[in-house]
């Protein structure tokens, strides 16, 4: 359980004791949710397989997509200041998570400092992650914007020891939008230019970047 519930980079017996911290593991179904805002904090969540998507619901009941989560990231830190979950945890594609009880992993990294050098570096991406979807709203053309998402995910995939240049998207395009800041209709047709300039492929959700210079350009 521990190669895919926390990166190998710790130390074997670091591994070893978080190994025993891991409470449960837990399926969730594509549509349902792990968390839902306001809920009460208590473990944090790593994905195991699958994805989500987190969200904000509007006070006229729309929905604000705040942030995607792939297998091998990390949901639920969110909660760590309010101890109450501040968006509802989503799957898009059925899923499984691993459940660490935030106690547990608190007094865990108490005793060890490279397991909390760990947890601090995954707060910190959390945070960038953030800020980078603020820089995207607020400073990027619709080009640049589904440009920079494309390249964050490629990022991230190769990073879990995936290809970089070819993957599967899990949201849907309407998704993306939402969490880009446009509609649909823009979205489409920014894949569309993409693909008559020879930058990438697309056949159904599956993605292939053909040059990730150029589109790095973009």
């Given at each position: 359980?521990?190669?895919?519930?926390?990166?190998?980079?710790?130390?074997?017996?670091?591994?070893?004791?978080?190994?025993?911290?891991?409470?449960?593991?837990?399926?969730?179904?594509?549509?349902?949710?792990l968390y839902r805002s306001?809920?009460?904090?208590?473990?944090?969540?790593?994905?195991?397989?699958?994805?989500?998507?987190?969200?904000?619901?509007?006070?006229?009941?729309?929905?604000?997509?705040?942030?995607?989560?792939?297998?091998?990231?990390?949901?639920?830190?969110?909660?760590?200041?309010?101890?109450?979950?501040?968006?509802?945890?989503?799957?898009?594609?059925?899923?499984?998570?691993?459940?660490?009880?935030?106690?547990?992993?608190?007094?865990?990294?108490?005793?060890?400092?490279?397991?909390?050098?760990?947890?601090?570096?995954?707060?910190?991406?959390?945070?960038?992650?953030?800020?980078?979807?603020?820089?995207?709203?607020?400073?990027?053309?619709?080009?640049?914007?589904?440009?920079?998402?494309?390249?964050?995910?490629?990022?991230?995939?190769?990073?879990?020891?995936?290809?970089?240049?070819?993957?599967?998207?899990?949201?849907?395009?309407?998704?993306?939008?939402?969490?880009?800041?446009?509609?649909?209709?823009?979205?489409?047709?920014?894949?569309?230019?993409?693909?008559?300039?020879?930058?990438?492929?697309?056949?159904?959700?599956?993605?292939?970047?053909?040059?990730?210079e150029a589109l790095a350009?973009?």
């Amino acid at each position: 359980m521990r190669s895919v519930c926390m990166p190998n980079t710790l130390a074997a017996k670091d591994l070893a004791r978080f190994d025993t911290i891991v409470s449960a593991t837990r399926v969730v179904m594509r549509g349902e949710a792990l968390y839902r805002s306001s809920d009460e904090f208590q473990s944090v969540y790593a994905v195991r397989s699958g994805s989500f998507k987190t969200v904000v619901m509007h006070r006229d009941g729309r929905e604000q997509v705040t942030g995607f989560h792939l297998a091998g990231e990390v949901l639920g830190l969110d909660a760590v200041c309010a101890e109450r979950h501040s968006s509802d945890a989503i799957a898009i594609e059925d899923s499984s998570v691993c459940i660490i009880p935030y106690a547990l992993l608190e007094a865990l990294c108490a005793e060890s400092k490279s397991l909390q050098h760990q947890v601090l570096r995954t707060m910190s991406g959390e945070i960038v992650r953030e800020s980078s979807l603020m820089m995207l709203l607020g400073t990027m053309s619709a080009e640049q914007r589904v440009a920079t998402f494309l390249l964050n995910l490629s990022t991230r995939m190769q990073a879990r020891g995936y290809s970089a240049a070819e993957f599967n998207l899990r949201m849907t395009r309407e998704e993306m939008g939402n969490y880009l800041g446009m509609k649909l209709e823009t979205v489409s047709r920014m894949f569309s230019k993409f693909q008559r300039d020879g930058l990438l492929e697309t056949h159904g959700k599956q993605i292939r970047i053909v040059d990730l210079e150029a589109l790095a350009r973009v």
